[in-house]
């Protein structure tokens, strides 16, 4: 490998390492399946380890075909490891693009979103709904993805939803302005369907870069398909919501979504316990 390659890959897998990803694989030239694992990074000291609960279950790295999007740093719970990025742009043997630092802004960010037309969401859209808030927040809140209200107006969780999210930021004493809100996906799945694989992996890489770029103490994933996406989790919701995860050097903590509540009332009183949680882990925490 000559050194200007050897120079690239290190600095990807640096990169990576920053988020908390040690493992990846590798797409087999002209199929659709991933193929092989490459071997992990050289050193493994950051990597976080599974909880002594969770030891004797099968090792998250075994180079089989993984299902979901991306796992980073989950401890305590038994997860696939798969890349972080679109397929494409980690198969590491085609010419990767330049490493984007961890220090980039949200605004670099969004520039290079540009007039998105990587996933098929595109043709439907009206806006690209990109996320909001204080790009320095101790705490990022990540949806599914847009519906109609968002799409209209290019902001998240503006609609019913949001309206409820904003009720229970403000009985946890949290200003909407002070967080930050994001989507797995950023344009508005046509009808509200779930976004779909293609459409999480051309979208999420974003996802990520938003999340590294603010450094939030603490993610909360609304609803399974953010916990999947962002934590590789593949347990029912119902069991892991309220739960704290390690991500890295922050904590992750999954929520049902306000729209799960809104269509079941009762589940409120759960939603609200765990945004009490997240109040009480940002006091106890900073
Ligand atoms: N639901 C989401 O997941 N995200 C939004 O922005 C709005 C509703």
Same mark, same amino acid.
């Given at each position: ?40 990074? $050289? ?6 380890? !599974?909880?002594? =609960?969770?030891? %004797?279950?099968?090792?998250?790295? &075994? *180079?089989? /075909? ?8 989950? $401890? ?6 798969? !890349?972080?990025? =679109?397929?494409? %742009?980690?198969?590491?043997?085609? &010419? *990767?693009? /330049? ?22 969401? %595109? ?164």
């Amino acid at each position: 490998m000559d050194n200007r390659l050897k120079q690239e890959l290190t600095a990807w897998l640096e990169f990576y390492r920053e988020l908390g990803i040690e493992d990846f694989y590798r797409r087999k030239p002209g199929s659709g399946g991933i193929h092989s694992a490459t071997a992990p990074m $050289t050193s493994t000291a950051a990597a976080p380890r !599974p909880a002594a =609960s969770e030891a %004797a279950k099968p090792a998250p790295s &075994a *180079p089989t /075909p993984a299902p979901t999007i991306m796992a980073a740093a989950v $401890t305590n719970v038994p997860v696939t490891l798969v !890349p972080p990025t =679109s397929a494409q %742009a980690l198969n590491l043997f085609e &010419a *990767p693009p /330049p490493p984007r630092r961890a220090t980039e802004t949200l605004e670099e960010i969004r520039t290079d979103l540009g007039d998105c037309q990587r996933c098929k969401l %595109a043709k439907t859209r009206k806006h690209i709904v990109f996320g909001e808030g204080n790009p320095h927040a101790a705490v990022v809140f990540i949806g599914e993805g847009p519906g109609a209200d968002e799409d209209e107006q290019g902001r998240p969780f503006v609609g019913r939803a949001g309206q409820l999210l904003n009720r229970m930021l403000q009985a946890v004493g949290l200003k909407r302005e002070e967080v930050y809100i994001c989507n797995v996906v950023k344009c508005r799945p046509p009808g509200n369907r779930p976004p779909e694989k293609d459409e999480v992996e051309a979208c999420s890489p974003f996802l990520f870069r938003q999340v590294a770029a603010i450094k939030p103490r603490l993610i909360c994933c609304l609803g399974a398909p953010a916990m999947r996406t962002v934590l590789g989790v593949k347990e029912g919701i119902t069991r892991v919501r309220g739960r704290f995860f390690d991500y890295g050097d922050a904590k992750a903590i999954v929520a049902f979504h306000p729209a799960y509540v809104l269509r079941n009332p009762r589940e409120e009183k759960i939603l609200r316990e765990d945004f009490e949680k997240i109040r009480d882990f940002l006091k106890t925490s900073g």
